[in-house]
């Protein structure tokens, strides 16, 4: 296992115990009010923050959660890409079919198409000889 898989496994572990221990934290607390978004206790208004142990650790926890999510996010771009199962298929396609043969170099001898007719006559030089009428009298 390289460096870089280990981190990644290692920053996912961190992430999956991060998020069950927030669970964990916020269920413990106890409500403060049934109000809603903006009701409050006296205290927080008059400047005294009455923040509990587990209030400051919530805050911290969730700082670290979103940290390790822009972290998580952030490492797929320094890793090694990985090859995908159509890639891994063009390799071994290309890996199986023969290497193409080079081109006949210029020094070695020309080679001729030959029909059945040029092969006894040894003086034609691949030219298809056909039997046409002349252009003039159509009747011929």
Known sequence: ???????????????????????????????????????GTGQSLLGTSGKSFWTKFTTILAAFFMALCLLMAALPKYQAPKSSVADIIDKQQQAAQPPAQAPASSAGPSVHSQTAGDAINPNTTGVKKTNSVPAGDPSK
């Not at 221990?21 to 106890?30: K, W």
């Open 1 to 39: 296992m390289d460096q870089r898989s280990l981190m990644s496994l290692i920053v996912t572990i961190l992430f999956v115990f991060t998020a069950l221990l927030l669970i964990a934290v916020v269920l413990v607390q106890q409500p403060k009010t049934a109000g809603g978004l903006f009701s």
